[in-house]
């Protein structure tokens, strides 16, 4: 195969395999006895886009089903969701991206589920949190009855076909169409019981996102009591947005927007006093990064100390409640190892951080990005790397090393024995 | 010190590479305009097959005299070659890396013997 490269040179490649491509960390998890270790992954994604044959016909509404069919039919790959335009490639650089079609899987095992596996199994990753890509722009999409058919069909779908192929080990955050309240509640109550569900997400890339709304309350509130996990995911927008338009080069729109997009809602989230409304929802802000979480624990902090009497509901400083969340780690910045333990120490890494990958993304993280870390105890890399998330989504232990690993470090909340 | 075999030189034509290993490492070994260049398959970032992926010519944006930008453009003078897991680039002459030049892949000795070319471990 042959790859895109500047003026006539010409590039060989072989074919995409995963596992293949990521022999190196399979070694990487050999080397540090990974298998012994419990490891989640909360933020992995695949393509939905590439099923959406088998995803529309889930739309509950006869016209927009029909709609859709038709264009995907017309187009071959659907463009029914907004798109987000993007250089995620680096001009092929990045070589899973244009190689991916050519990736040789076996026909009677759904595609994204085998590659998922391939990459799992190779970072020995237990368990991961299955995301779509392109609907994580679905708060764009300019028709709202389309955010909601879309979003139900793909979480019918997911629970239905995809997750039950991977044997427990993918689960999702189910996409709430934000837009429309009363859909967000019909999905809770529906999808919140089924099996692989471990909480709902709602995709930040939005204009306009008041989470303080008071007709989201009656959303929070049933998540909370189904004892699920609230997540942000962050992204870009890069053209769509007033704010990223002035940015020429896609590094500055992806670098910008991913963090800008969780420090927005969180803001917004804090000071209107949702921790104390909701203590006991587990919210998670996913994919960006952590260093903005020390600015904005900083900045919320020094305005509250003046300012408090914006914020009533607040019992504690800003960054008290943001310490009470949690967050993912990727794309960890490790750049300035100082500065990146104290971002730990800021946010109690031990107890509040989540590893993920981002796989197959273009600044996806491997597990060792957390297990190499000079400053971290035992108790700290086994927390981040999956304690923590097995006791958040109560995931059991694969083998008997894991087992013990999760009780000497208390994180064992659910046993595969039992 | 020893000379593990890689190939004919038949066998490596300009612009391409060659992944061999070489006792626990895996060196790439790059035939680039008439020259052999071999480093460590090992990327300094998060470990990715380093010499596995796209060679490019180096991305460049030269300025005209007023400051104001010529553009984009591609070097006529550096090609890099690209880690395909999160497209480090690293010069294909010096195995050092494109955005930070203190960061540079192990090189290894490549040498030419009859119709023949090996790596020096």
């Given at each position: 195969m042959h790859l895109v490269s500047d003026n006539d040179r010409v590039v060989s490649v072989d074919e995409l395999n995963t596992s293949r491509l990521l022999r190196h960390a399979s070694k990487q998890a050999e080397m540090r006895k990974f298998d012994e270790m419990m490891i989640v992954d909360v933020d992995a994604?695949?393509?939905?886009?590439?099923?959406?044959?088998?995803?529309?016909?889930?739309?509950?509404?006869?016209?927009?089903?029909?709609?859709?069919?038709?264009?995907?039919?017309?187009?071959?790959?659907?463009?029914?969701?907004?798109?987000?335009?993007?250089?995620?490639?680096?001009?092929g650089r990045v070589t899973r991206y244009p190689l991916r079609a050519s990736e040789r899987t076996p026909p009677?095992?759904?595609?994204?589920?085998?590659?998922?596996?391939?990459?799992?199994?190779?970072?020995?990753?237990?368990?991961?949190?299955?995301?779509?890509?392109?609907?994580?722009?679905i708060g764009m999409h300019p028709s709202k009855e389309m955010e909601v058919e879309l979003c139900w069909a793909y979480n019918r779908w997911v629970t239905e076909k995809a997750l039950p192929e991977s044997q427990g080990r993918m689960y999702s955050m189910l996409c709430l169409p934000f837009s429309n309240p009363a859909a967000c509640?019909?999905?809770?109550?529906?999808?919140?019981?089924?099996?692989?569900?471990?909480?709902?997400?709602?995709?930040?890339?939005?204009?306009?996102?008041?989470?303080?709304?008071?007709?989201?309350?009656?959303?929070?509130?049933?998540?909370?009591?189904?004892g699920l996990a609230l997540s942000f995911h962050s992204g870009f927008n890069w053209g769509k947005s007033g704010v990223f338009q002035s940015c020429n080069r896609f590094i500055a729109a992806h670098a910008l927007g991913f963090s800008f997009y969780n420090i927005l809602h969180l803001t917004n989230w804090v000071v209107n006093g949702m921790g104390e409304r909701f203590p006991k929802l587990p919210v998670i802000w996913i994919e960006a990064g952590l260093a903005w979480v020390p600015f904005l624990m900083q900045r919320l902090d020094h305005e509250f100390m003046?300012?408090?009497?914006?914020?009533?509901?607040?019992?504690?400083?800003?960054?008290?409640?943001?310490?009470?969340?949690?967050?993912?780690?990727?794309?960890?910045?490790?750049?300035?190892?100082?500065?990146?333990?104290?971002?730990?120490r800021m946010i109690n890494a031990e107890t509040q951080l989540l590893y993920s990958s981002d796989?197959?993304?273009?600044?996806?993280?491997?597990?060792?990005?957390?297990?190499?870390?000079?400053?971290?105890?035992?108790?700290?890399?086994?927390?981040?790397?999956?304690?923590?998330?097995?006791?958040?989504?109560?995931?059991?232990?694969?083998?008997?090393?894991?087992?013990?690993?999760?009780?000497?470090?208390?994180?064992l909340a659910a046993d595969a024995a039992e | 010190m020893p000379e593990i075999f890689i190939c004919k030189k038949s066998e490596l034509q300009d612009g391409e590479r060659k992944i061999v290993a070489v006792g626990e490492d895996e060196v790439g070994v790059f035939l680039h305009q008439g020259r052999?260049?071999?480093?460590?398959?090992?990327?300094?970032?998060?470990?990715?097959?380093?010499?596995?992926?796209?060679?490019?010519?180096?991305?460049?944006?030269?300025?005209?005299?007023?400051?104001?930008?010529?553009?984009?453009?591609?070097?006529?003078?550096?090609?890099?070659?690209?880690?395909?897991?999160?497209?480090?680039?690293?010069?294909?002459?010096t195995g050092e890396c494109d955005s930070d030049r203190r960061l540079k892949l192990r090189s290894y000795q490549v040498v030419e013997k009859s119709s023949d070319i090996y790596v020096v471990s």
């Open positions: 994604h695949h393509y939905e886009a590439e099923n959406f044959k088998d995803i529309i016909p889930f739309m509950e509404n006869d016209v927009y089903r029909q709609l859709s069919l038709a264009q995907i039919a017309k187009s071959g790959r659907g463009v029914v969701n907004t798109t987000n335009f993007g250089f995620q490639d680096i001009g009677e095992k759904m595609r994204d589920i085998e590659i998922g596996e391939r990459w799992m199994d190779a970072m020995s990753v237990d368990y991961s949190c299955l995301f779509p890509t392109g609907m994580l722009n509640l019909k999905h809770v109550e529906t999808f919140g019981h089924r099996k692989g569900v471990g909480g709902f997400m709602i995709t930040t890339v939005r204009d306009d996102m008041p989470v303080y709304d008071d007709a989201y309350m009656k959303v929070y509130r049933a998540i909370e009591e189904r003046i300012r408090s009497s914006e914020t009533p509901l607040l019992k504690k400083k800003p960054s008290d409640y943001m310490r009470d969340m949690y967050y993912s780690t990727q794309p960890m910045e490790i750049q300035d190892m100082d500065a990146l333990e104290t971002t730990f796989y197959p993304h273009w600044d996806f993280d491997l597990p060792s990005t957390i297990s190499d870390l000079p400053f971290l105890s035992e108790r700290a890399k086994h927390n981040i790397l999956g304690g923590n998330a097995a006791r958040l989504f109560n995931l059991p232990p694969r083998n008997e090393k894991q087992r013990e690993n999760l009780i000497k470090y208390g994180n | 052999y260049y071999a480093y460590s398959n090992f990327c300094l970032h998060q470990g990715g097959p380093a010499c596995e992926g796209l060679i490019i010519a180096k991305t460049q944006e030269l300025l005209n005299e007023d400051r104001t930008s010529q553009g984009l453009s591609f070097s006529k003078d550096q090609t890099n070659f690209v880690c395909p897991w999160h497209g480090y680039e690293y010069d294909i002459k």
